[in-house]
């Protein structure tokens, strides 16, 4: 066999949390498209090989949130709904943890695979921060790893928790915000009128809650996707 | 809650702790400063005034974020506590 | 399929949701979000010395300190300009023996397998010489400006600058975030132009993509600092000249930003009239960054792609051009009759019509423009090596330079269209025929009112 699957991962964070330091730590020199200084504006693209398997990174853009604020925050949402990453690794700042969860907590609605990375772990460490991943991660319900991606700690772990969700060796059940009764009832109404649409495409209870802040356009970009060919494969589409 | 005592995040000294209680902005600013921490509850430090006095930095969740005085005058709470005074 | 179905699927959707939908839902779910993050994080992470996370808010009552702001600011471009340019010479030359070199093996093959006479002046006077300059030209400053940048801008202070600054971008109607932009145009203004992206606000950000070319970019680096150190550091021993060339190049600079200044408020008064609108800016915490790391990459990032530029871009200019020096039509070459059609307008502008002519097929790529300038004027028909300084200004002179002429190229350097690849990008990102020729047109007017005032002020006053 050598026609492999590629398998297609995607880098999600705030900014300043060194995504782009962990992209360039995977991907050495295998890009598609140099960011340019520092900041990533446009989406790029790399590769590398773990254990015989292929993978395409995708650095999105750095975001506080995924509730389509700004472009960048929809060309990141809009990646992982419709480009759906096999897994999307969101990264933190241990200095700053409670501030980067937010956009945890957002993409874990969205997709199931997620891998969560406390980056700059060192940094914490001069700083006096002591992080119990363990427990966060009973209660995040997704692996967390802390990693320094500039000085390459934890990078193998990474790759190996990358690996073993890949072939199905970890299940994830993502923690999921709770809301206010209230918006928890209006959910319960839209929720089952959403599957017959979307199915298993989109999440039903994201996208109702989308819906109940006034944001039809992941709808309206689902149905003119469907329209435009069942599932069609873009991988590319972002280049 | 008396509301002599709500200042906008503007009028804070540099060193004040401010809860947030609403936020007088609407649309998409609205929507950014909620992202960014700025919610109602939340507690926000001045931290430092650049040089000609506009913009103000507040550290908010963690993170240091520049305001404008058109922004940070909309936004009021109560000052909690002034850091830079006491810490008792 | 079903779409008309679905259609109505999908409309009672929208509206179950709009009626249930209410005002404060956003407030609603973003505090749930941010209170349960904290719950989370209250559980897991403890703060064992609270005073260390105060580090950044300390070294920010530095840097953007009311006294010490401006002048760290302003220190730290000086620095940068002063390093650069010192440190460029040495490779510079280097580089340029080597491509001479090489150059002599390609023309003893050109000999040996007896070439026409025209495939050699393509090949080795035109594209060969044309490459090499570029590279040997524009790679070391390179080399050496990205990097330093990259360790400020991962260190943290670049941000502080568009805090610092903001204010004054205010005044006239701009993005703070614009110095960061503009930060990213000393390098490269194409590049430039899709960092623009950082800015929210359509309004601000067209005002920082027309006024980006006023700070001038790696590819007009050379041209500045050449001239300066040829005309304006006269007489002057080693470290002295450096410095004077330095002081020269950042006042060109200065009054680079003076101009972008000015523009942006004349835009945001007519063209692009408006408030300010919303303004945030992150602050993140200065970080010491891994030295050797950030060097390598910004080198190895920029490197090739100057030298991609290099050949894609100059390589077919310097062809070109040679083309165009050794092309007769009577006995005059198609080069020499666009630089005599330009002359009287040059020497109104106190340039001359070989120097419009640079710029104009310098079009491509600003790195080109001094060795097409040097072409012509040695009417060889082929671009010269960078071996002697002392020559290149015996051949100014020749032409009736003086310190004049070398203002006003500098001036009309930094002020004039901008390159290519800038223009193919702001096209790209405005989407908008009439916009890219705003930025096309606005600098270069700019650029021939200010050589013309300046020429003749300094004629009036016999100055020269």
Redesign the interface.
């Known amino acids: 066999m050598n026609q492999k699957q590629t398998i297609k991962i995607a880098l999600a964070g705030n900014?300043?949390v060194g995504k782009s330091t962990l992209f360039?730590t995977l991907t050495g020199?295998k890009q598609h498209t140099?960011n340019?200084?520092?900041?990533t504006?446009?989406l790029a693209k790399g590769s590398f090989s773990y254990k015989g398997k292929d993978y395409t990174i995708y650095d999105l853009p750095g975001t506080?949130?995924l509730?389509s604020?700004?472009?960048?925050e929809e060309v990141a949402r809009d990646f992982i709904v419709f480009e759906k990453p096999d897994i999307t690794i969101v990264v933190l700042d241990a200095?700053?943890?409670?501030?980067n969860?937010?956009l945890a907590?957002?993409v874990m609605e969205i997709t199931d695979q997620v891998i969560i990375c406390i980056n700059?772990i060192d940094?914490a460490k001069?700083?006096?921060?002591?992080?119990?991943?363990n427990?966060?991660m009973d209660?995040?319900g997704v692996p967390v790893i802390k990693i320094s991606a500039?000085?390459k700690v934890g990078i193998n772990l990474l790759l190996d928790t990358i690996d073993r969700m890949i072939t199905g060796n970890i299940s994830t059940t993502p923690?999921q915000?709770?809301?206010?009764n209230e918006?928890e009832e209006?959910l319960k109404?839209?929720i089952p009128?959403?599957d017959?649409?979307v199915g298993d495409d989109i999440s039903p209870r994201w996208l109702?809650?989308r819906?109940?802040?006034?944001d039809?356009s992941i709808?309206k970009t689902y149905?003119r996707r469907k329209?435009m060919g069942e599932g069609e494969e873009k991988s590319d589409g972002y280049k | 809650m008396c509301n002599n005592n709500l200042i906008s995040l503007d009028q804070a000294e540099i060193g004040d702790c401010i809860k947030i209680k609403r936020l007088e902005v609407t649309g998409?600013m609205r929507?950014?400063l909620l992202?960014?921490?700025f919610v109602p509850s939340a507690k926000v430090v001045a931290v430092q005034k650049s040089p000609l006095g506009d913009p103000i930095a507040y550290e908010v969740?963690?993170?240091i974020i520049a305001l404008r005085k058109e922004e940070s005058s909309k936004i009021f709470g109560e000052v909690v506590k002034n850091e830079s005074k006491t810490d008792d | 399929?079903g779409?008309n179905n679905?259609?109505k699927?999908?409309d009672?959707?929208?509206n179950?949701?709009?009626s249930?939908?209410s005002d404060n839902?956003?407030d609603?779910?973003?505090t749930?979000?941010?209170e349960?993050?904290?719950s989370?994080?209250n559980?897991?992470?403890?703060?064992?010395?609270p005073e260390?996370?105060r580090q950044t808010e300390k070294l920010d009552r530095i840097f953007t300190s009311k006294i010490f702001g401006f002048p760290i600011m302003l220190a730290m471009l000086g620095v940068v300009f002063y390093i650069t340019i010192a440190g460029a010479n040495y490779p510079s030359s280097l580089l340029a023996n080597l491509f001479n070199w090489f150059e002599g093996y390609l023309t003893m093959f050109f000999h040996w397998i007896h070439a026409p006479e025209w495939l050699y002046g393509v090949i080795v006077l035109g594209l060969y010489r044309g490459t090499a300059w570029v590279v040997s030209v524009m790679l070391p400053p390179m080399a050496i400006f990205?990097p330093m940048?990259?360790l400020l801008?991962?260190y943290?202070y670049l941000p502080r600058v568009a805090f610092n600054l903001d204010r004054l971008f205010k005044r006239v109607g701009a993005h703070g975030k614009q110095a960061l932009s503009m930060a990213?145009g000393f390098?490269c203004n194409a590049?430039a132009i899709?960092?623009t992206?950082?800015i929210?606000s359509p309004r601000e950000r067209m005002i920082a993509i027309l006024t980006n070319n006023f700070v001038p970019c790696n590819g007009r680096w050379p041209t500045l600092i050449l001239l300066s150190s040829l005309f304006m550091a006269v007489g002057l021993p080693k470290t002295m000249g450096t410095f004077v060339t330095a002081a020269v190049v950042m006042g060109i600079v200065l009054f680079g930003i003076v101009v972008t200044y000015f523009v942006s408020w004349a835009l945001s008064k007519t063209l692009l009239r408006g408030v300010p609108t919303h303004y945030t800016l992150?602050l993140?915490?200065y970080?010491i960054p891994?030295f050797w790391?950030t060097v390598l990459?910004?080198t190895?990032?920029k490197s090739?792609?100057v030298l991609k530029r290099a050949v894609v871009i100059a390589a077919p200019a310097g062809m070109l051009t040679w083309v165009a020096a050794n092309i007769m039509i009577g006995d005059t070459s198609i080069l020499m009759y666009i630089v005599q059609f330009f002359d009287p307008f040059g020497q109104l502008l106190g340039l001359d019509g070989y120097i419009l002519t640079a710029f104009l097929f310098g079009l491509p790529a600003n790195e080109i423009v001094l060795p097409i300038l040097l072409m012509g004027y040695l009417s060889t028909g082929a671009m010269t090596e960078v071996e002697e300084l002392s020559a290149i200004k015996h051949i100014f002179v020749d032409h009736g330079w003086t310190w004049l002429t070398a203002l006003n190229m500098m001036l009309f350097s930094l002020l004039h269209f901008p390159c290519g690849t800038t223009m193919l990008n702001i096209y790209k990102e405005t989407h908008s025929k009439k916009w890219t020729f705003v930025a096309f047109a606005l600098p270069t007017s700019i650029a021939i009112v200010v050589t013309l005032i300046v020429a003749q002020v300094v004629r009036g006053f016999g100055w020269v």
């Open positions: 900014p300043n360039n020199l140099g340019w200084p520092g900041k504006v446009i506080y949130s509730l604020n700004s472009t960048d200095t700053t943890i409670e501030r969860l937010n907590l957002q700059l940094e001069k700083k006096g921060i002591i992080i119990n991943e427990v966060m209660k995040l500039r000085n923690y915000i709770k809301y206010s918006v209006k109404q839209l009128k959403m017959k649409i109702a809650l819906l109940l802040d006034g039809e709808l149905m329209q | 998409t929507r950014r992202d960014l921490g969740s963690q993170t | 399929m779409t679905e259609l699927q999908y009672e959707i929208i179950l949701a709009n249930l939908s839902l956003r609603e779910i973003v749930n979000i941010y349960q993050s904290k989370i994080c559980q897991t992470i403890r703060y064992q010395s260390k996370l990205f940048f990259a801008e991962n943290g990213m390098g590049a899709l960092s992206r950082i929210e992150e993140p915490p970080r891994k790391q990459r910004a190895l990032d090739l792609f």
